[in-house]
């Protein structure tokens, strides 16, 4: 084979990957609709109030026969759909990987999942219960798809191009919920000039996503391809466990796997610990907004825009530090960032939102980029052809297992009665996860799992 030939063959695959590339982004782009508008904004507050008009005079609501205050019904329906999501992604994972068939697999996740959150414009009048099947079955189809969206990045990037790779998908994520939530807030507070009601802008808005999501979707689908699952002698089990084990079983068989691997498991130890803070932040920054600093609903929903534009900005910056510094530096840094803002946080006057809106600038500037970046870092730790049982422990630690920080802040509140105590006791999981991850020694943890060690890392 001569040299020109050489140049050509590997100009088309560079070509071939930045298409794949591009198509991976648009899943980001697809999805990320439904944790913006539909998750952190619009479901909660409107299922809470389609249970509170079925419920008794007591306050409660009665699925299969169980008393459930109408005002908790849509945080046990969140619970329910993250327990079937931990059952179910171990073992689309390991027959992804068995197969090397993960398109298929993310088509039927994702297209079940655009199909309950459309269907969630027809939760009218007191439909409590199809608001919590449709939002069980949204939640868990998208853990499913994400895990399997997030297997494809070690191979369609080669070690030095996965941080860059990484951040560019969360910032098209982003960058996709923000646009949807302008346009759904522009319905939502202007709807009678719409001539239709609060009620139905918000089904429309619910309804909308899944379109999106499942609309986008196509993109991915046509550009990724499916590899050969080549390497299943690697990949075989060596404790005994059978390739078919269901449910736990398959679960406990990849934790028995990752054992294996210590290093690796040492990071997911980590990241379980500071993304378990991170979540608790997102979640709860709004309580902390609306209770202890008096802050209308209207200011509320602007952080969280301001959040999600500026999270764009802090993806792609991120990814641009960790070129220079690598991306196990550049996210200490973040945690470091976190930790602060936490703290600068504490300190804020009450009913004075323009500090609200400079704590959520810094957190849009830190969110995507530290999330990307662990995403990529991740992936170098991965055994080749485990891509997407490995992802499915990862996608368990980012939504199954972050019930801890709820846990302390609940706890904090309880027993101080205030919000700040119970913000600043959340630095806790930044400080903890930045020495966890510190002692990493992630070169020797790539090495271990039989990748490449890039030359920044």
Known sequence: MDIDTVRTTASDEAAERRREQRGWYFYDWACSVYSTSVLTVFLGPYLTSVAKRAADADGYVHPLGIPVRA?????????????????VMPLVGAAADRSGRKKPLLGVAAYVGAAATTGMFFLGGDRYLLGGA????????????????????PQIAPPEERDAVSSR????????????????????????????????????????????????????????????????????????????????????ATVRDMRRHPLTLAFLLAYLIYNDGIQTVISQASVYGSEELGLSQSTLIGAVLLVQVLAVAGALGMGRLARTYGAKRTILGSLAAWTLTLGAGYFLPAGAPVGFFLLAAAIGLVLGGSQ???????????????????????????????????????????????????????VVFFVVGFLLLVRVPVRQAIRDAGNPVPERI
């Open 71 to 87: 005002g908790s019904f849509f945080a046990y329906s969140v619970s329910l759909s993250v327990i079937v999501a931990v059952l």
């Open 169 to 252: 998908g969360w910032a098209f994520g982003y960058a996709a919920g923000s646009l949807v939530l302008v346009v759904d807030l522009v319905l939502y507070l202007a709807h009678d000039s719409f001539g239709v009601s609060e009620s139905m802008a918000v089904r429309i808005c619910l309804a909308s996503a899944g379109l999106w999501w499942g609309g986008f979707t196509l993109i991915p689908l046509l550009r990724l391809r499916d590899r050969p699952a080549e390497t299943r002698k690697a990949t075989a089990r060596t404790d005994g466990t059978a390739r078919t084990a269901p449910g736990f079983r398959q679960l406990a």
């Open 134 to 153: 449709l939002l069980i079955v949204a939640n868990a189809a998208q853990s499913v798809a994400m895990m399997l969206c997030n297997s494809y990045l």
């Open 372 to 426: 990307a970046l662990s995403r990529s870092l991740f992936s170098h730790l991965v055994p080749p052809g485990k891509e997407a049982e490995y992802f499915s422990a990862y996608e368990m630690s980012d939504r199954g297992m972050s019930w801890l920080g709820p846990l302390l802040f609940g706890v904090t509140y309880q027993l101080t009665g205030s919000y700040r105590d119970a913000i600043i006791s959340l």
